[in-house]
């Protein structure tokens, strides 16, 4: 595929997610950038959203292998893993793929099973294969996980691990819909179920290919260094205890890229840190007491650092 092709696809892929997922364009657009950029993505909001839709029709619309797991506190590791079962027949134990082997795993609701169970995603989702009684099994390429978690406190819910959350490339929060768009959803639950007209418009070679091509965006030292001056806010904060970790700095980088590609352009500007800074980096940072007795959110915390930090020029390659 030559450039134009693949930005009309892209393009085609949001139209695909925007008719059933309505008027969520910037979470839409930032879920595809984390996609292309092999990252995972975290949905933290309440029941109800759409947050389980939009994985599914992301699937959908990039024809990838698909599978759901509703974490409950007694999904157990092999679950997504796999076991290995003995067989009569053959006098050996075979093993039996987990729910993991797939192109799109769905964690839907992963705060509500055990911290082992959701512990046993952290090998996948960072060297994308699991090791099953001492054997390594490589996963299917491309391999995304977009997991779901309702806000803290609710009912049943278990925090997941610093370690867990620090491999997820975004977290974002779909939030409610305008009335306008409300109203339009449910008009077209009534009438058809929106999901059955998403058509397939890129598939996993071509993905897998695009994922590569991401790479190669231009980023100048300026944004560099301008991603750089707001790690470095994070880990001299007075409200924080632990900063943005080099794996959250690469994670940014990465993500800017795929944003600027996803906007037609072989250069990031700074206005795509801008736009992403916050998805990307503030299910990495801890708060202190401090912050916590003041109510003071990540969110905000990140928000004061963009503010206070000299943007650079714009940028070109």
């Known amino acids: 595929m030559d450039q134009k092709q693949i930005q009309d696809k892209l393009e085609r892929i949001q139209r695909e997610v925007n008719q059933v997922i309505r008027g969520k364009e910037n979470v839409v657009e930032r879920v595809l950038a984390a996609i292309i950029s092999g990252g995972h993505i975290l949905m933290e909001d309440i029941p109800g959203v759409g947050k389980t839709t939009l994985a599914t029709t992301f699937a959908k619309a990039l024809s990838m292998n698909y599978k759901r797991v509703q974490f409950t506190p007694d999904v157990l590791p092999s679950d997504i893993l796999g076991f290995s079962m003995y067989d009569a027949g053959s006098r050996q134990f075979v093993y039996r793929p987990g729910a993991v082997f797939c192109n799109l795993f769905l964690a839907d609701e992963i705060n509500r099973t055990s911290p082992k169970t959701q512990s046993a995603l952290l090998e996948v989702m960072e060297e994308n294969h699991a090791t099953v009684d001492g054997v390594t099994r490589p996963l299917p390429n491309p391999f995304v996980v977009i997991a779901t978690e309702n806000p803290l406190g609710s009912s ?35 009438t058809t179920d929106p999901l059955n007209l998403v058509e397939p418009v890129m598939n996993g070679a071509q993905l897998l290919h695009l994922q590569d091509e991401i790479h190669k965006i231009y980023i100048h030292d300026a944004v560099y260094q301008y991603i750089g001056k707001l790690v470095n806010a994070t880990r001299k904060h007075s409200l924080i205890e632990l900063g943005i970790s ?35 980096e503030a299910h990495r940072i801890q708060l202190n007491g401090k912050a916590r007795v003041n109510r003071v959110t990540a969110e905000q915390i990140l928000k004061d650092i963009l503010e206070g930090t000299t943007k650079p020029s714009v940028v070109r390659k």
Request: hydrophobic share 45%; proline share 6%.
């Open 156 to 190: 049943g819910t278990q925090m997941l691990p610093e370690s867990q959350l620090d491999r997820f490339m975004i977290c974002m929060h779909i939030g409610y819909p305008d009335m306008k768009y409300e109203l339009e959803i449910v008009k077209g639950k009534i």
């Open 246 to 280: 080099p794996r959250g700095t690469i994670a940014l980088a990465r993500m800017v890229q795929a944003l600027a590609y996803l906007r037609g352009r072989n250069y990031v500007l700074p206005v795509d840190v801008e736009d992403v800074f916050i998805d990307v």
